[in-house]
């Protein structure tokens, strides 16, 4: 095999594992949507390599909302429970992202947001800003949005105190 096969074959591992990731979460949050008697459609992808899963709905979300909880704690709470299902089943540790009545993809868009105010400000004044806690998910999104902005940051505290500190160049 050349190396170009050899990554190929490997990167369709990778999305096959995922995939298959997706499918058990998919099959453990369909039980806990039925004793819950909840109504949502179930959405599988595979991004930033990890699997996605999200519930949906048709109708306006409020039964879902009781799913995420205040600040996505319940969100937050379930997806460990999933990650742990699919561990039982793969015996594999999963990075597996669960989102609800999409709360995940629009926290994303404001801490995108957040991240590249606070980076713009840090440029300005060039001082360090101490951004408030937040949880692993919501620093990862303001990494990500401050070296788009061409700065660097580092988390720092302990969970579940832990922060970004935005730096500048």
Do not use: C, N, W
Request: proline share 2%; aromatic share 2%; net charge negative.
């Amino acid at each position: 095999m050349t190396e170009g096969t050899t990554s190929a074959a490997a990167e369709g591992d990778t999305l096959s594992r995922l995939e298959q990731e997706g499918e058990i979460a998919a099959d453990y949050l369909e039980g806990l949507l039925d004793i819950a008697d909840l109504d949502g459609d179930i959405d599988m992808d595979v991004e930033a390599d990890r699997a996605a899963v999200s519930i949906i709905s048709d109708v306006a979300g409020r039964d879902l909302q009781k799913l995420v909880g205040r600040d996505g704690e319940v969100l937050e709470a379930l997806q460990e429970l999933t990650r742990l299902a699919v561990h039982r089943e793969t015996g594999d540790r999963s990075r597996l992202m669960l989102d609800i009545a999409g709360y995940r993809a629009k926290k994303r868009e404001e801490l995108s947001e957040l991240g590249a105010k606070t980076a713009a400000e840090v440029k300005s004044s060039g001082e360090p800003v101490k951004m408030k806690a937040m949880t692993p998910f919501e620093r990862k999104v303001v990494h990500d949005a401050v070296k788009a902005a061409g700065l660097r940051s580092e988390s720092e505290g302990e969970e579940p105190e832990r922060f970004v500190v935005v730096l500048p160049a």
